[in-house]
């Protein structure tokens, strides 16, 4: 488990990163919590020829707050949203999410950035972003474009980052602060789910849902939004057995993979009672009442 | 000073969590060299090619080495366990010319560091000629199968039958018969340490060091001499802090032969660190049975006779012989008075990881056949489990129990003593067992589903044939026991210390124990099968007491005074009723070794030591009883560990607070075993669990506080009446929570049948509505 021959950078500035970056192409890696690369490149799953270090880069390392926008730089670790209360009730869903990413030391480490450019499917922070409709600030040499997260998750491990590119920010727009919960089903608590839910609920001052954001993890090669039952909860009070109804929506479409860990119909049977558990908490904690 | 059976702070801990153990990848000599293993990608394989001539020209390369650049001496690991029911096959130490599970060695790579070694084994190039996997243990035994090893028809390892009465006739008139097939699968041991060899040549001696981290480091004296064709005597094993045991590590793998011929024969220091993935792919495994099982029984739930067979896994060799089926089979009866009993092991090859003993060897699925045949019974005749146990369970007035058949260690099967009725009596205390069923009924109507399992076991322990101590106070007062079993976590520092400072009345701090060097005492076995404590303590207890002997001898020289008249108190002797006159240990030790050039003078000749070899007349027998409540998540059958309690009678316990360890680690591994651990293979006979993140360990967060307590009856089969206490905690854990959640889910139907089982297992159950976990 000694990782195969690889040249080691770490430039000072992100300028400096993205030229290296554009200079080698696909051989390069870019490292930041190095959480999910390290262990791939030690199994030799991953060969890296060039290792572009950004952890030596000053100014990228703290959330930048604005009443429209709450921007986190590639550098911020996961474990800040548990650290920071500021933070937590800034973003509750992402925070919520964030316990259940494997243990301390490795959010310690892990970045929220790298997470999202890891892609795995089972991953909670995909998810989460993909529900807050964030988005994506992704940077090249000489350029910058921006990605709506629905649209930056392409398959398993894979995104739309080109070569050369890598993201630099993540920007939640008015991210909400009642509502919502991530709930999810691991073999252990720590272990990547077997199926995660996220949920952004929205009441009118009637009580009646305004509107739903529902993604959910580890069911497909990348987060999944489920558009039909967002659309049936709509105008609908809260109530146990129209979420029941919406669990099951969610479910029907899926068609998960099987693995040692658990079948597909399990993960689909999951799905179907997270998306339902998770409805129920988001509504409670928007403070209305479920029927 | 009363050490013996208090809870004494283990000695050994500061060191360890601290950072400051020794371990063998701690270990750094001068121009020491790295290994790699080049392994086989395939589960069963011709070898057309090994061409190594990439890999030799590799930057930092010493040396690659194939099955033919070995001496004709170190070419196979000779049968270290011979059983006259088994012809072993001969285990390469490299292979030469086929390929039999995933992870067997072919070429070892020797680099200047093991980064360099990994990319040059990478260009050891292997042309397999690929035969089919021989993964399915029934799909083994069929006709027409493809043989692992070509002489050996129908896969067929060796089949081991055992039977006492007139079981048919039990059944024949029998008012209640159940039946079961049942599956264990396979998991691991997983030290924190992995397999490890450091290997020092010094040909100035001829003489070979090797440091790592076995649990018989005199087995490996003597077969690493063998291959190296010296006498045992210029061989040295040397054991640090050995990060765990578990068994598997109790026998000599083709490493063990592989560095040491290697570090000879490049007369360089070489380490090998077996990696995680090595360890999971590699290391030896345990656990696969399916049996297809009876009981018969009375209307009042008395056993009447248990029949059946069972398939055991054996893997691609037999290192250790049989005796893991050896052991269900002999294991089965348990603590339970069973009048009729015929089993018959089929032990198979197949293309995977050799089997050997892991913890509870053999005993867990024993167990789990006995208690859901139990289980089955109890439902049948709608008799509470519980009382089902307590109706069968031989009575404590009934030991010594003949059993009734000629066990493993060739003697007639006899426990020593016990009280099991006792200890499931007071696990159901613990988890308020009454209480407990009403609140069961209470919350079904909720959604809510409790369970309840329990589960009784008897394993042997502290087995013979001898272990060797030695006994000695230097000049100083310190008093130094040296012990060939060695320790790879177990207390052994603190536990035979304990032992030895009561004898000679001396504080704790003033004893030290060494191990984990063949050059200290002549013979030993090994540190498994909860035998250690029995063997060396009681060796270190009748040491001590010849030390004492003579010491008060040579103090009478001293004091000239009578024998009689001397008492050894606080490390002193004195002459009772004249304290003043007296003379400390380390003043007799002193005595003892006389002065240059003067005739020593002594009735005890020189020195105040003392050897003694413990030899056990039989084996003693520990027992356990364990109860547990768990609630299933009826909708996504995610399972949580409500309370669980393990009484456990291990005779005398010589350190409480060790021995609570050891249950609860035990019980960890159970959770384990029930729950997460599961090596996977596929059809193709590869490994699907070669990492931790899908082969599952229980973590803190899986494991749930654990209750224990302890009803001891002492055994009388050695001086402290202890029992052994390592494997316990774990044999009954897997049969106690299979039963458990199959109690919760029993409105549903599920039948528990396999394990382990995940929830999306049961989720499967459940949806059949009747039937055993039977999917992945």
Known sequence: ?291 | MGYFGRRQARVEDDALVTGRGRYVDDIRLPGMAHVAIVRSRMAHAGLTRVDVARARAAKGVVAVFTADDLPPSARVLPDCHAHPALVSKDLPVLAPDRVRYVGEPIAAVVAEDRYLAEDAAELVEVEYEPRPAVVDLERALEPGATLVHDDRAGNVATRLPISKGDVDAAFADAPCVVRERLEIHRGAGQAMETRGIVALWSAGDERLTVWNVSQVPYLQRHVIATALGVPEHRVRVLNGDVGGGFGYKGLVYVEDVLIAVLARALDRPLKWIEDRHEHLVASYHERTQIHDVEMAADEGGLILGVRGRFIADTGAYTPWGPVVPLLTLVNIPGPYKVPSYRMEAVVVFTTTVPVVPVRGAGRPQAVFVMERLLDRVAERLNIDPAEVRLRNLIQADEYPYDVGFISRDGARRTYDSGDVPALLRRAMTMVRYDERRREQAEQRPHGRYVGIGMGCAVEEAGLGPYEEVEVSVEPSGTVIVRAGAPAQGQGHRTVFAQVVADELDVPIEDVTVVSGDTDLVRHSIGTFASRAAVLVGSAALEASRAVKAKALRIAATMLEASELDLVLERGRVSVRGAPDRGVTLGEIARRSLGDAGIPLKLPTGPGLAATSAFCPPATTYPTGAHVAVVEVDPRTLAVRIVQYAAVQDFGTLMNPLIVDGQVIGGVAHGIGNALFERVVYDADGQNLTGTFMDYLMPTTTDVPRIDVDHLGTPSPLNPMGAKGAGQGGLIPVAAVLAGAVEDALRPFGVRVTRVPFTPSDLAEAMDAGTGGVRAG
């Open chain 1, 1 to 291: 488990m000694k990782p195969a021959p690889f040249q080691y950078v770490a430039p000072d500035t992100l300028e400096e990163a993205l030229t290296l970056l554009k200079q080698y192409g696909d051989d390069a890696k870019v490292l930041a919590g190095g959480q999910s690369l390290v262990p791939m490149m030690n199994l030799r799953l991953s060969r890296p020829s060039v290792i572009v270090d950004l952890n030596r880069i000053a100014g990228h390392d703290t959330v930048r707050d604005s009443a429209r926008v709450l921007t986190i730089p590639f550098l911020v670790r996961q474990r800040a949203f548990e650290t920071s209360p500021e933070l937590a009730h800034r973003v509750p869903l992402l925070a919520e999410a964030i316990t259940f990413v494997a243990h301390p030391a490795i959010r310690g480490r892990g970045t929220i950035a790298g997470s999202i450019a890891h892609a795995d499917p089972a991953a909670e922070i995909p998810a989460v972003v993909t529900a807050l409709e964030a988005e994506i600030v992704v940077r090249s040499k000489g350029a910058k474009r921006v990605v709506a997260a629905q649209d930056f998750f392409v398959d398993v491990l894979t995104t739309a980052l080109g070569p050369g590119e890598v993201v630099t920010e993540i920007r939640i727009p008015r991210p909400p602060t009642k509502g919502t919960a991530f709930v999810e089903l691991a073999r252990r608590f720590g272990d990547f789910a077997l199926v995660g839910v996220a949920v952004i609920l929205r009441t009118a001052t009637d009580g009646s849902i305004a509107g739903a954001r529902i993604t959910l993890s580890g069911v497909a090669g990348k987060p999944l939004r489920a558009l039909d039952s967002e659309a049936m909860l709509l105008g609908h009070q809260p109530a146990a057995a129209l979420f029941a109804e919406a669990g099951r929506a969610a479910a029907a479409p899926l068609t998960p993979p099987s693995d040692i860990h658990a079948s597909a119909s399990y993960r689909t049977r999951v799905a179907a009672v997270l998306t339902e558990r998770a409805l129920s908490v988001a509504a409670h904690r928007a403070g209305v009442e479920v029927l």
